[in-house]
């Protein structure tokens, strides 16, 4: 049986047979009840003024176990909205600061056994979590969306920005002897024990970058999956395509030079899988949306 072309594993973890489920079905995120229980998930949203898209992102978050919304003193009714569909959902509230910054408050405030974050501007749709927590639970640590695995794609991509994105992956690739097809992509979902181990510091758009070079430095076993970016819903973009470029560049090259990352002195690193029992029932349910 071949692999299909949207699942890469690109570090060293398990083998590339993997099968997952269809990014249209959301099955996985609530099992049959004669099924073991899917692990625990926290959504990361870092928000400012996105109380439009999170009209549109929010119900597609309702199986998620936890949501943590970092917001950066928005002045839409960003929070009100979400405490009005999501009352347990837990919101930060700090200076608006960067993305980076945000994503490390949201990750190490989650709770739950795995983690997904995603933007708020609705562009990467939740009904990919399948494919993404699917790969965790096969016994990778860190799952990277991709937009040029098969499957994947973007309506948002420019010329300027898809050519700067390919020449950074490309030269990333050389850098740490990886096999990466999309590097400038913040749809990533890891197992909490490996937020500790990425020991992130940075605190704009380059977060993305940090992540997945951090995770070769670390050992982290990682995959690539398929993933389709469509157009922001609302409102314009912070992202910046000349200096976020060259952030990128500058933490990638930064990092090269320094040696790996040892995981804290409390927290050994994790080897633990699921049973194979709860995979077969996972990979074997059908339904639709």
């Known amino acids: 049986m071949q692999t299909p072309d949207s699942v890469r594993a690109t570090g ?29 998930v926290t959504a990361v949203v870092p928000t ?12 597609r978050l309702a199986a998620v176990d936890e949501i943590v919304i970092v917001d950066g003193e928005s002045t839409d009714g960003t929070v009100e909205y979400v405490l009005s569909v999501r009352p347990d959902a837990r919101i930060i509230i700090e200076p608006p600061t960067g993305k980076g910054s945000a994503m490390r408050t949201g990750m190490a405030a989650a709770t739950s056994e795995m983690i997904v974050m995603l933007d708020a501007d609705g562009s990467m749709d939740p009904a990919e979590f399948d494919s993404f927590l699917a790969l965790l639970c096969r016994g990778f640590d860190f799952v990277k969306g991709t937009r040029y695995g098969c499957g994947g794609g973007s309506d948002d991509l420019t010329g300027l920005r898809r ?10 690739n050389k850098l740490y002897r990886q096999n990466w097809s999309d590097l400038c992509y913040g749809y990533v979902a890891m197992r909490r024990d490996a937020v500790e181990r990425l020991r992130l510091e940075s605190t ?3 977060i993305e970058t940090e992540m997945c070079v951090n995770a070769v430095r670390a050992g982290l076993r990682i995959a690539e999956v398929a993933s389709h970016e469509t157009e922001r819903r609302h409102g314009e973009s912070n992202l910046n395509t000349w200096r976020d470029g060259f952030r990128v560049l500058r933490t990638m090259v930064r990092l090269r030079f320094k040696g790996r990352l040892t995981p804290p002195a409390d927290q050994p690193m994790c080897e633990t899988t ?16």
Do not use: I
């Open 48 to 59: 400012l003024n996105e109380a439009d898209n999170l009209r549109w992102l929010m119900p």
């Open 163 to 172: 050519l700067g994105n390919s020449a950074l992956t490309g030269l990333a």
């Open 274 to 289: 699921v049973p194979l029992s709860w995979q077969a029932a996972a990979f074997s349910r059908t339904g639709t949306e």
């Open 12 to 40: 060293g973890g398990p083998g590339r047979g993997h099968r997952v489920a269809s990014r249209h079905h959301s099955r996985l995120l609530s099992p049959s009840p004669h099924a073991r229980r899917w692990p625990t």
């Open 204 to 206: 704009g758009f380059e």
